[in-house]
């Protein structure tokens, strides 16, 4: 005879408040993931202008000579760089959001399911996109002091 533990056969249902939690959360999450598509939108317009305007500047300034056209290529390039990297925790966001008001609506655990492993992702990718952006200025506070020590012992 198999013996299941309690965990094994423990199935949560969520209450009506917590319904209404859940529906609430994910109207937030749906109208932030829009404006996030909208920002990324932006994101790649000034990639865009950045690299036709510094182009630009290349051609009306012949004292930058080359640096102003392949300033314009990296700064693009650097735009469009943290567009895509904005993408993913937007996307995640969307992707909870659409299903787990869908999963409200059908009385649907398996969708349920579905959108809260978005979610945990789009927390996941905040959380290590947090520890990479900190680890980056604590880099830099450590080159300033460097080169601050370096410069006053000449």
Same mark, same amino acid.
């Given at each position: 005879m198999e013996e299941h533990s309690v965990s094994e056969s423990f199935e949560m249902k969520l209450n009506e408040s917590a319904k209404d939690f859940l529906?609430?959360?994910?109207?937030?999450?749906?109208?932030?993931?829009?404006l996030g598509y909208i920002g990324?939108?932006?994101i790649i317009l000034a990639a865009l202008f950045a690299g036709t305007l510094f182009s630009a500047m290349g051609k009306i300034n012949p004292a930058m000579?080359?640096?102003?056209?392949?300033?314009?290529?990296?700064?693009?390039?650097?735009?469009?760089?943290?567009? $895509?990297?904005?993408?993913?925790? $937007?996307?995640?966001?969307?992707k909870f959001a659409t299903k787990a008001k869908a999963a409200i609506k059908n009385n649907d655990s398996e969708t349920l399911t579905i959108s809260l492993g978005y979610l945990k992702s789009h927390y996941k990718y905040i959380g290590?996109?947090? $520890?990479? $952006?900190?680890?980056?200025?604590?880099?830099?506070?450590?080159?300033m002091i460097i080169t601050g020590i370096a410069y006053t012992n000449t």
């Open positions: 529906k609430e959360t994910a109207k937030w999450a749906y109208f932030l993931s829009i990324i939108g932006f000579g080359m640096m102003g056209s392949s300033f314009g290529i990296i700064m693009a390039f650097v735009y469009i760089l943290l567009a $895509v990297l904005y993408f993913f925790p $937007v996307y995640y966001l969307n290590i996109m947090t $520890v990479v $952006v900190f680890s980056l200025y604590l880099l830099m506070l450590v080159g």
